[in-house]
Structures are given as structure tokens and as C-alpha cells.
């Protein structure tokens, strides 16, 4: 087995090529039910739209059931819905069969741990050793174990959505969904139409292979476009698992993370909801993410990219906000990881009661000027050549000593796929351009 599996966000590639493959899959499964699944022996499993799903389903079933594992089969759900359903059900663990924002050629397998949360470090790093040594069968192996459909479990999206805000919450306002395709497909339309707004719903027909096809938070081309003929009052996008928010405002321009961040910090604050009085975000924010949350008296804390690293720092600091850059917004009051719904529903509630357009509302914040490349190669190979060029590593430290004090340097492997992504942000809008041309003329050369 060559190189190490597990990314920032579990295992992903390009589905029925190893790993992602029938033989891996069901090995992996039985690897789990003997480490993981000792307690209840049962397991939770849902996935998204993408056509690879149900193969991938089928071969970790196999898996299980042959260690006389229970399996509760979510069907088609967003992995915020997995994370809480894995506790209700009182499971070992679950597993989330999607790639997110990927094409879908892709799949992936996110493990979640009996409370809900993503595996850490240390479990992966142990189940990566497991795998890589044979599997010794055993014969005294008489249990053989069932799978139990679970009924409507995007029932509990309609519980909790009582809970936010009432009927006819949004009553008036005009917006455009996009729900990528994905696993959102039957669910978004339905919540918004629930709380009163009028909706243009595009990307809810998904058929196995057009999951993020020029749509959801990755493209936001068409919803931009919808919003402007339509003249509606924002754009709302998710992306294929329903962990990511992209919105745009009634002028069809595009709004970040960082600045969706930045506005629910400031309702929760406004509306005394804010817990620990702190927001998290990533190192890969906007430097103006956080020396506006801070403007607002609020201690704002980075922690590395990942959501899962920044619901740990949320943990460790008391706060219920946290998010990243790419869309993921944690509301942990609502839910145990990055739920576009929950972020969707909030934001709307703002304007509404704001009575303002998106575009006077947004952006929240004015951003650092900043310079960003994501750069793509052919395998992970070349890019291990890379960061670990002598190099690279002197231009990179260079840099960060020209930047100290009013602009930072970031240069990260994706966790998901074969990129390397390069920012820099400086006060001084020409100073991060001139330096990110060095960057990419040293990066180049080796590659």
C-alpha cells in the first residue's frame, strides 16, 4: 500500500480505482468491526447523489455483515444529518459516503465516531496501519449481521427548523437555491418554501452523474444568472454533502465564507447568541476576518484547516461559531458540524429582519488584498517534490520574513485532491502580487 490515505477530511479519489475500490472497501469494513465496532456492533452508513455511492454501499456491507455488524442504512442524506444521526442511533460509528464539492467521478468515505464527530488523527493513523496488514479471517465467525433501512431520517431538518424560526419566517423575501444535485436535492426547496419565501429552485434533479455539475458552491455561474433575470433577493448554494454555503446577492456577486462568517458573528452577537464571545476560523481566512470580529469586541481564534480542527478549537474555547473560508459554517447550537441549511436559514433570517438589500448589507468586512493559486498536478508524487524542494522551502521562508507584521503567507497541500494551494495576503495590494509571481516562478521550476 503507497502512500497515506487519509486526507483532512477521510479518504478520497476517483471511485472504483484504489482505494476507493470494492476489494479496499469491504476490508476496510471489517478492519473497523474489529477495532471500532466492539461496543453495540452497529454502524451507520449514508451517502450523497453520486452514482458510485450504492457500489461503495454494497461492498462496505459485505464488510460488515460478514463480522455480524448491524447496519442502519441512512440512504441519500448531507453528512451534517450523518453526524447527528450517529448518536441517536447509538452506533459504534458511521460512515459518510461522498466527495463533497468533487465531480462525480469521485467518492470518498468520511468515518464519524459514536458522538458524531470526524475520526482524529490518532484513529485514522491506526486503521491506516490495520489496512495495511493482512486480515486474518476467523473461523469461529458465526454472526452474520442485517441492515436496517431507516425511514425519512431528513425528518429530524424539520423538527429542528421549528425550533429556528416559525412558519412564514421568511415571508416576502425572494430567493434562488441551488442545491448542487446532491443531497440537499429534497430538502432545501421544501424548508425555505416551510418558512414562507418565494423560491426559484435549480440543481434538485440529481441522476447519479451531474452531482456539482456546473452547479452548487463550487459554480455559482447560474445561480448568479437566475438571481439577475429573476430579480430576486440573493442566491443560496450548497455543495454536493450540504457541509458548504455560497451565497450571492441580488446583484448576482459572489460572497465567501469569510464574510458569511463575519455576518453570523454579528447577528449572533447583535441577538445575544454568540456563546464564549468567540468565532473561529482557519489560518487560510482573510487577516480582515479577523481584525473585524475583533472590531465587534469579540476574540477571534485560528485553528488549521479542516472543519473538524476548527470545531476543536471551538470546543476548546467555548465559542458556537466557527467556519472556513471554502463555506463550511459550524453552528454548533444546531448541529455538530458545517450545515448549509442551518447557515442558509440564519443569514436569511438577518436580512429579513434587516429590511436592507444583501448588497448594503455585504460584504461585512473589506478583505486584506490577497493572491491565491490552487495548482494542479498530475499525481501526489510531483507534489511531494515540491514541498519538499529545498527551494521552495527558502522562497516560502523568505517570504513570510518580507510579509511579518502585515501580511502572511500560506502554502498547504489539498486534503482532497492533487493541489497545491498558494495565498498570500499583504496590506499592500501590489506587495502580494509581486511576491506570489516569485512563489509560482520557484514552484515551476521544479515541478
Avoid: W
Avoid at 421568511?170 to 442545491?179: R, S, T
Avoid at 447519479?208 to 459554480?219: A, D, F, P
Avoid at 516560502?396 to 489539498?414: A, M, N, P
Wanted: with cysteine; charged share 25%.
Amino acid at each position: 500500500m503507497a502512500g497515506k490515505l487519509f486526507g483532512t477530511d477521510g479518504i478520497r479519489g476517483i471511485a472504483n480505482t484504489y482505494p476507493l475500490t470494492v476489494e479496499f472497501c469491504t476490508k476496510l469494513a471489517m478492519v473497523l468491526s474489529r477495532q471500532i465496532c466492539t461496543s453495540q456492533k452497529a454502524v451507520l452508513i449514508a451517502r450523497d447523489t453520486r452514482i458510485s455511492g450504492q457500489m461503495l454501499f454494497n461492498a462496505l456491507s459485505a464488510g460488515f455483515l460478514s463480522q455480524g455488524i448491524k447496519i442502519f442504512d441512512a440512504g441519500i442524506i448531507p453528512t451534517p444529518l450523518c453526524t447527528t444521526l450517529t448518536p441517536k442511533y447509538n452506533v459504534d460509528m458511521s460512515i459518510m459516503i461522498t466527495a463533497s464539492h468533487n465531480p462525480y467521478r469521485d467518492n470518498g468515505l468520511k468515518l464519524i465516531n459514536a458522538a458524531g464527530d470526524k475520526f482524529s488523527d490518532e484513529q485514522t493513523n491506526l486503521i491506516e496501519k490495520l489496512m495495511a496488514e493482512p486480515f486474518a479471517d476467523n473461523d469461529n465467525q458465526q454472526d452474520i449481521g442485517e441492515i436496517v433501512a431507516i425511514n425519512s431520517p431528513e425528518a429530524e431538518y424539520s423538527a429542528k427548523i421549528k425550533k429556528i424560526a416559525p412558519q412564514n419566517a421568511l415571508k416576502g423575501m425572494k430567493i434562488v437555491l441551488d442545491a448542487a444535485n446532491g443531497s440537499f436535492s429534497k430538502i432545501l426547496a421544501p424548508a425555505f418554501e416551510y418558512l414562507g419565501a418565494q423560491i426559484i429552485s435549480l440543481a434538485d434533479k440529481p441522476d447519479g452523474k451531474n452531482i456539482n455539475e456546473n452547479c452548487g458552491s463550487q459554480h455559482t455561474e447560474n445561480l448568479s444568472q437566475s438571481v439577475i433575470d429573476n430579480r430576486f433577493d440573493m442566491g443560496i448554494a450548497v455543495d454536493g454533502d450540504g457541509d458548504r454555503i455560497i451565497i450571492c446577492d441580488e446583484n448576482g456577486k459572489r460572497l465567501d465564507g469569510d464574510q458569511i462568517i463575519a455576518y453570523l458573528a454579528t447577528y449572533l452577537k447583535n441577538h445575544n447568541l454568540l456563546k464564549g464571545d468567540a468565532v473561529v476560523s482557519t489560518v487560510y481566512s482573510n487577516l480582515g476576518l479577523g481584525k473585524y470580529i475583533r472590531s465587534l469586541g469579540i476574540s477571534h481564534y485560528a485553528s488549521a484547516v479542516g472543519e473538524r480542527y476548527v470545531i476543536e478549537k471551538m470546543r476548546e474555547v467555548g465559542s458556537n461559531l466557527g467556519g472556513e473560508e471554502s463555506g463550511h459554517m459550524v453552528l454548533s447550537d444546531y448541529a455538530k458540524t458545517g450545515d448549509a441549511l442551518y447557515a442558509a436559514i440564519i443569514v436569511s433570517l438577518g436580512i429579513k429582519e434587516s429590511s436592507q438589500k444583501v448588497s448594503e448589507i455585504f460584504p461585512v468586512f473589506k478583505p486584506f488584498p490577497c493572491e491565491s493559486r490552487n495548482l494542479r498536478f498530475d499525481n501526489k508524487e510531483t507534489i511531494e517534490k515540491i514541498m519538499s524542494a529545498t527551494q521552495v522551502k527558502d522562497t516560502i521562508s523568505q517570504i513570510s520574513e518580507r510579509l511579518k507584521g502585515h501580511g502572511v503567507i500560506l502554502v498547504r497541500k489539498s486534503g482532497t485532491e492533487p493541489v497545491i494551494r498558494l495565498k498570500i495576503e499583504d496590506e499592500n495590494e501590489q506587495t502580494a502580487s509581486s511576491e506570489m509571481a516569485l512563489l509560482e516562478e520557484c514552484i515551476k521550476k521544479i515541478s
